[in-house]
């Protein structure tokens, strides 16, 4: 068979993505910190984009009153301008960045405390100080900022490296590893990584660790809680033998299987509760009250207040709106001046730039109003009764109700918040899978139901609950006699979430109090 090259015409459809739309889209996942970041970097770039000065008139796009009967999202026009902003996953370009695609929910790892609830730590760490990062009463950063503001972790510990009496090599390596040890005052990085790359021996690199393990705070520069706990324990003179194997089984201590531990480090009861009661006293945080970084507060982009009908007025948060505009005039301006074709080119771009931006930006703001209203309306049990009426809802059934595709609403409900009369939540919170009834009724939310597990779980030995620590089968039973039909692995998966210690912890818990 011959081969030879041709010419053919098909027809096709296809999706184009304009870099505008991809702009719009990038908007709608913004955070309002994130948004405000964007904005300023685009006012320094375009010349024709102006802030907008003076106050925000009320306008109707800014609010929505559930008991006002002429309420309508049935306008053409607000229809056809979401319709722009609406795009599926797919949609989007292959080479974005999986960050930009993702819309699923990051976990945080925990760390274990070995304090109990109500135990005076008696150390010497002053925990007033901890997670302090500066003095706020003034707006400027002048002398004066700098004289009141803490120190951080780092800092403490360079001016102790100045006064340390190291050579040359040893400041080094020293600053290095300094400035590789996280604010709780652990050492984060490899010994072996860091001696290749500075082309000294591992050796050379444990030893000047050493001296920096002797620097304020005890037990900083440890590169885990068992040595962290050992530096402070030597510090006291009070690391033996029997405190060493203490150290080795911390999973025991958390889990405070004190008999196993007791045969493990070959001591009686009593000497055991002393040692706890020494590890208890030990901070595994040794940078914590030491100043950091600011702590931003979360700002929320939609208040929900209750109307005297007894409805939900849902309103934006116009401080976290930016209000741009295009400069007219300068436009006018510029574009008389501009001589060459390239410079009317850049004139023209930056014109269409700042329209769209400006177009986009009142857009995002709408369809945030939007399905916000539209997560209030859902759920308008959790705002009256509390979050055991919390209703099952997922991103299609929202979706579904206010014509937008799911990709659209899970980049609108992310890092977005709302402040109702209970309290601020992301607006992802009211998105809680569906539990089924044991009658065949209304389902159960996910999240009432770890609600109820933990109301039973607190109720335990108190007056009006149960008089004994509650197994999981015995959960699973009180649950069905209430209308949940629910699995034991569920609730245990749910007692984990809500780091609740299983029964036979919490029974030992309880001996040990007594």
Request: aromatic share 4%; charged share 30%; net charge negative.
């Amino acid at each position: 068979m011959a081969l030879n090259a041709r010419l053919e015409l098909r027809q096709g459809q296809g999706l184009v993505i304009t870099p505008q739309l991809q702009q719009a889209i990038k908007l709608l996942q913004l955070s309002n910190l994130e948004l405000e970041a964007y904005v300023e970097a685009e006012l320094e770039k375009n010349p024709l984009l102006a802030r907008e000065e003076g106050e925000p008139e009320p306008a109707q796009a800014e609010r929505e009153d559930f008991d006002d009967p002429g309420m309508d999202f049935s306008d053409e026009s607000r229809m056809a301008a979401a319709a722009d902003m609406d795009v599926r996953h797919d949609d989007v370009h292959a080479d974005a960045s999986p960050g930009d695609r993702a819309t699923g929910d990051a976990g945080e790892a925990a760390q274990q405390s070995f304090e109990s609830p109500g135990h005076d730590a008696g150390g010497t760490v002053d925990w007033s100080r901890a997670g302090k990062g500066g003095s706020f009463d003034t707006d400027g950063e002048g002398m004066e900022d700098g004289l009141t503001r803490e120190k951080s972790l780092q800092e403490v510990l360079h001016e102790q490296l100045a006064a340390a009496g190291m050579d040359g090599a040893q400041r080094a390596i020293a600053t290095v590893l300094i400035d590789a040890i996280d604010e709780g005052g652990y050492l984060r990085c490899d010994l072996y990584d860091t001696a290749e790359r500075l082309g000294v021996s591992e050796d050379k690199v444990e030893a000047v660790l050493v001296r920096i393990q002797g620097f304020e705070p005890t037990g900083v520069g440890a590169r885990d809680v068992r040595e962290c706990l050992m530096l402070q324990l030597k510090e006291r003179d009070r690391y033996d033998p029997a405190m060493a194997l203490l150290l080795d089984n911390l999973e025991l201590l958390a889990r405070r299987d004190l008999s196993a531990l007791t045969r493990i480090c070959g001591v009686d009861a009593e000497d055991m509760r002393e040692m706890v009661g020494e590890i208890k006293a030990l901070t595994p945080r040794p940078g914590a009250a030491f100043g950091g970084e600011p702590t931003q507060a979360v700002v929320p982009d939609v208040f929900v207040r209750e109307g005297p009908m007894g409805g939900w007025h849902v309103e934006l948060n116009t401080d976290t709106l930016p209000r741009l505009l295009v400069d007219q005039r300068y436009h006018a301006r510029v574009s008389a001046g501009a001589k060459g074709e390239a410079d009317k080119a850049f004139v023209s771009d930056c014109h269409a730039q700042a329209s769209w931006l400006v177009k986009s930006l009142d857009q995002r703001a709408k369809t945030i109003l939007k399905v916000s209203s539209e997560i209030v309306r859902q759920q308008d049990a959790f705002l009256a009764f509390g979050v055991e009426h919390l209703r099952p809802l997922n991103l299609k059934t929202v979706a579904d109700a206010i014509g937008m595709h799911e990709s659209t609403v899970s980049r609108v409900t992310s890092n977005k918040y709302v402040a109702t009369p209970r309290g601020v939540f992301e607006l992802k919170f009211f998105f809680t899978s569906a539990i089924q009834a044991t009658d065949g009724g209304a389902a159960h939310s996910a999240e009432s139901v770890r609600h109820k597990i933990k109301l039973l779980i607190d109720a335990e030995g108190q007056p009006g609950g149960e008089p004994d620590v509650l197994s999981d089968d015995r959960i699973v039973e009180i649950l069905k006699e209430t209308g949940v039909d629910i699995a034991r692995r569920t609730v245990a998966k749910y007692r984990e979430a809500l780091r609740i210690p299983s029964s036979v912890e919490r029974r030992r818990v309880i001996k040990a109090a007594c």
